[in-house]
């Protein structure tokens, strides 16, 4: 059974960082490429960041772009956010989701097939 199991999240002032932590279990993860999502109250689910099995190819949203970084360690089965420059507006559960496969680049939402429960990040101003 595949798994995937958020950490990192937590209060933060406006202007630092968090580095969060996606451990997954039960899957290939060295084949799958890994994206990061976010959900703010009463809000859409929104596209944040994702890097390819490999690692050597990266996408951002526009709005995270140059703060965020995604990384992944395919020997410890784990995929980071480094969230820089926090701001208020970046206050979600965010999620982290894996693609067994994707025709596109980046991959549309539907194509995630597994997700984790979310860990909540709040930015205070």
């Known amino acids: 059974q595949v798994q995937l199991v958020e950490s990192g999240g937590g209060l933060v002032q406006a202007g630092g960082s968090l580095r969060l932590s996606c451990a997954v279990s039960?899957?290939?993860?060295?084949?799958?490429?890994m994206g990061w999502f976010r959900q703010a109250p009463e809000k859409e689910r929104e596209f944040g960041a994702v890097i390819n099995w490999s690692g050597g190819s990266t996408y951002y949203a526009d709005s995270v772009k140059g703060r965020f970084t995604i990384s992944r360690d395919n020997a410890k089965n784990t995929v980071y956010l480094q969230m820089n420059s926090l701001k208020p507006e970046d206050t979600a559960v965010y999620y982290c989701?894996?693609?067994?496969?994707?025709?596109?680049?980046?991959?549309?939402?539907?194509?995630?097939?597994?997700w984790g429960q979310g860990t909540q990040v709040t930015v205070s101003s």
């Open positions: 989701a894996a693609a067994r496969r994707s025709s596109s680049w980046p991959p549309a939402g539907h194509t995630y097939d597994y």
């Open positions: 039960g899957g290939t993860f060295g084949l799958w490429t």
